[in-house]
């Protein structure tokens, strides 16, 4: 039986929902390859992070610093901001999604996201489309509780990445 080897619990998955389980496999195929623990990833080893001002794969957070209790407040999170990211068809970034973890809470929350799917792909071929979409995504957001901001975003050669902010309630 696959995975017989893991003893965490929530790895645990019914034979009904094996194929589930295909990412995991790549997973211990990745570690096994590279000496690492198959304990499991961290969030820094699955994603990277950095300086926005010094590498252009980072999420940058527009957001307020705080907010009044279920005010309305938007979040927009871009990718490139200080430099530019690549948007070919052989490089360029899928997508972004926003996190969010209130304070105190065992669980974060998904906020939303978006995918970017043109990058000049064309019959003609590639980057001969002459149409792309821009790494931007806009949350519009309202929370009881503070908590952290979490924006992740994925380039599809480099990789996933991930930066956040704090948000305080008044
Ligand atoms: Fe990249």
Redesign the pocket.
């Known amino acids: 039986m696959p995975f017989s080897h893991n003893r965490n619990p929530y790895l645990q998955i019914e034979p009904r929902y094996a194929r589930f389980q295909e990412p995991l496999v790549m997973r211990g195929a990745f570690l096994e390859n590279t000496n690492m623990s198959t304990r499991g990833l961290t969030m820094s080893e699955l994603y990277k992070t950095a300086d926005f001002k010094a590498e252009k ?1 980072v999420p940058v957070i527009e957001a307020p610093a705080s907010v009044k209790k279920g005010e309305l407040i938007v979040i927009k999170v871009t990718v490139g901001k200080e430099i530019p ?2 948007n070919k068809t052989e ?1 360029h970034i899928r997508w972004i999604k926003v996190i969010f973890w209130p304070e105190g809470a065992k669980f974060p929350v998904e906020l939303g996201g978006s995918e970017f799917s043109a990058h000049g792909e064309s019959a003609e071929g590639p980057d001969k489309g002459g149409v792309y979409t821009e790494p931007q995504a806009i949350v519009a957001l309202k929370t009881e509780k503070p908590g952290k901001i979490i924006a992740t975003s994925y ?1 599809n ?2 990789g996933l990445w991930r930066s956040d902010q704090d948000l305080k309630v008044e």
Request: overall charge neutral; hydrophobic content about 15%.
């Open positions: 794969h990211h690549p490089h380039c050669i480099h």
